[in-house]
């Protein structure tokens, strides 16, 4: 069975940082398409940025060098290092594998929210 | 980037009775190569994450009922839930998966009547 299981989200100030883990069973992070969506309060669905299965990654330009996606095979696990918060940052973060292409997500995770404020 | 952009925003249904949700893409999401429409649809209950119903804009993901269907073509695409269920209140999300960045539908909510 496949799980994704998200931490590390909580309150953080505007400008620091957090990394988010996504742990992960039931299949080979390596072998996948992974990504991030996020989702503010109240709002709709935002894709953040994907790795691929070769190690290469690819990110949303609101978030384009300030969040690094990373996974470390050994541990299963999928990472999203975020750096230079900000306030519009604060959402609902998940983990899902996509299935079939690249961009078509059939598994994800509960989510884990992060809060960006003073 | 693709502009995703549903309608209506939410609607009220009857038990039993027919929903139906538009999505609008700012180009087309039909690939010429191998004629398939790069759209799917998602169901996000209160509180819960999203779970994908449909892709290739009409292909049902296993496990989703057959009340659920899809069609379109091109920058068009309609999600139809026949006879409604209690279960089927949710918002209702399409994504374009076409070209990066991935881009979803502001989102549908669908209660009952």
């Known amino acids: 069975e496949v799980q994704l299981v998200e931490s590390g989200g909580g309150l953080v100030q505007p400008g620091r940082s957090l990394r988010l883990s996504c742990a992960s069973s039931?299949?080979?992070?390596?072998?996948?398409?992974l990504s991030w969506v996020r989702q503010a309060p109240g709002k709709g669905l935002e894709w953040v940025s994907l790795i691929y299965s070769d190690g290469s990654t690819d990110y949303a330009d609101p978030v384009k060098g300030r969040f690094i996606i990373s996974r470390d095979n050994s541990k299963n696990t999928l990472y999203l290092q975020m750096n230079s918060l900000r306030a519009e940052d604060t959402a609902v973060y998940y983990c899902?594998?996509?299935?079939?292409?690249?961009?078509?997500?059939?598994?994800w995770g509960q989510g884990t929210l992060v809060t960006v404020s003073s | 980037d693709i502009v995703m952009t549903q309608s209506p925003d939410s609607l009220a249904v009857s038990l039993g009775e027919r929903a139906t949700i538009n999505c609008k893409s700012s180009q087309s999401l039909l690939y010429s190569s191998n004629s398939k429409n790069y759209l799917a649809w998602y169901q996000q209950k209160l509180g819960q994450p999203p779970k994908l119903l449909i892709y290739?804009?009409?292909t049902r993901e296993s496990g989703v009922p057959d009340r659920f269907s899809g069609s379109g073509s091109g920058t068009d695409f309609t999600l139809t839930i026949t006879s409604l269920q209690a279960e089927d209140v949710a918002v209702y999300y399409c994504q374009q998966y076409y070209t990066t960045p991935w881009t979803f539908g502001q989102g549908t909510k669908v209660e009952i009547k």
């Open positions: 899902a594998r996509a299935g079939l292409t690249v961009a078509v997500w059939r598994d």
């Open positions: 039931g299949f080979i992070v390596s072998d996948n398409y």
């Open positions: 290739w804009a009409s």
